[in-house]
């Protein structure tokens, strides 16, 4: 199975602060990795696909990216309400794997 | 627009059976891959199964293999997950999702049922 290492797994920002979130799997996957925005209450919502593809209606302070073997997430100028669980997801084979999450809040 | 509406989640005793079931609208379902991905209280996502356009795939987790079954019947654009043997490591939201394309990621979510397994 794939795993994949998230961190960190809790972060604190400020509004306008750009922020990073990283996943390295343990072993290769291509680009077949997407990044989920989880707020409580509600469903996942899907913010990167294809590694550096944003979704659809997502701001445009959202990008992913990948350097080696390590995909991260950026968020450039951290706005209040993008305080939610973030996590990265590998579909390049079976069993599909996500990342722990990483839990962002606000300072 | 498309939209996923998951129902059956119930409180059931451990190593009773539930069958979860999901109604699709808005895509050409038959089309797309289904998934199910559940997230136990207080934990992160964790991916259940999938099945092919076709129904003719299967893939599991090894944490249900052998005790859920995926299902889907087309012409009803329904996904199913038949849950066995459950146990309280199975208290979860059950989410039905629905692939991007064949092997993608998953683009599109439904608002999730709440199975609780206790005595």
């Known amino acids: 199975d794939i795993q994949m290492t998230q961190s960190p797994s809790s972060l604190s920002a400020s509004v306008g602060d750009r922020v990073n979130i990283t996943c390295r799997p343990s072993q290769g996957i291509s680009n077949d990795l997407a990044w989920y925005q989880h707020k409580p209450g509600g469903a996942p919502k899907r913010l990167i696909y294809a590694t550096s593809s944003l979704q659809s209606g997502v701001p445009s302070r959202f990008s992913g990216s990948a350097s080696g073997t390590e995909f991260t997430l950026t968020i450039s100028g951290l706005q209040a309400e993008d305080v939610a669980t973030y996590y990265c997801?590998?579909?390049?084979?079976?069993?599909?794997?996500f990342g722990q999450g990483t839990k962002l809040e606000i300072k | 627009e498309v939209q996923l509406l998951e129902s059956g989640g119930d409180l059931i005793q451990p190593g009773g059976s539930l069958r979860l079931s999901c109604v699709a609208s808005g895509f050409t379902f038959m089309t797309y891959a289904m998934s199910w991905v559940r997230q136990a209280p207080g934990k992160g996502l964790e991916w259940v199964s999938t099945?092919?356009?076709?129904?003719?795939?299967?893939f599991y987790a090894d944490s249900v293999k052998g005790r859920f079954t995926i299902s889907r019947h087309n012409t009803k654009n329904t996904v199913f997950l038949q849950m066995t043997s459950l146990t309280v490591e199975d208290t979860a939201i059950y989410y039905c999702v629905k692939e991007f394309y064949s092997g993608s990621s998953y683009d599109y979510w439904g608002p999730g049922t709440l199975v609780t397994v206790s005595s």
């Open positions: 997801l590998q579909h390049h084979h079976y069993p599909r794997t």
């Open positions: 099945v092919s356009g076709s129904g003719t795939g299967t």
